[in-house]
């Protein structure tokens, strides 16, 4: 199998810091990697509410994520605290992608970057949606990646 490459882009929207505990931590000493997509998805979490939403409530819709693409870049530790960067890319008519780093904040050593593939969800339905026009508004404009 090919290795994953996953381009970033050249600046995030929102960037939040969040320290690992032992609970992130696996037998080989460093952080797990089922649970990064945890630190990943707290700060998702973040994101949305810094732009006044939930995942539940994104201008009426809920968020839900279809797919996780994951490029490790070095080990991580108990007690660094990573700095997560996020920014939406590649738009689509039904979602977009969620870009993101984590690197550690002491050193600026990049551990992880991925994407997170988004769909707008109306949960009483149980059907995709058209991306909220509102939402794009606060977000700006929306680049797309090699």
């Not at 649970?35 to 973040?46: C, D, F, G, I, P």
């Not at 992608?97 to 339905?125: H, I, N």
Request: proline share 5%.
């Amino acid at each position: 199998m090919a290795r994953l490459r996953i381009s970033l882009p050249e600046q995030f929207i929102f960037s939040t810091d969040i320290p690992l505990y032992i609970s992130h931590i696996n037998y080989g000493g460093h952080l797990d990697n089922a649970l990064l997509l945890t630190v990943v998805s707290e700060a998702r979490v973040r994101f949305f509410k810094s732009l006044g939403y939930s995942e539940l409530d994104v201008e009426g819709l809920g968020v839900i994520m279809a797919d996780a693409a994951v490029q490790y870049r070095s080990e991580a530790f108990h007690g660094e605290t990573m700095v997560v960067q996020m920014t939406p890319v590649d738009l689509h008519d039904t979602g977009f992608d969620l870009a993101w780093c984590l690197t550690d904040k002491t050193s600026g050593r990049e551990v992880a970057r991925g994407k997170s593939g988004m769909l707008c969800f109306d949960y009483g339905q149980r059907k995709v949606q058209s991306v909220p026009a509102a939402f794009l508004n606060k977000i700006g404009p929306v680049p797309n990646l090699p």
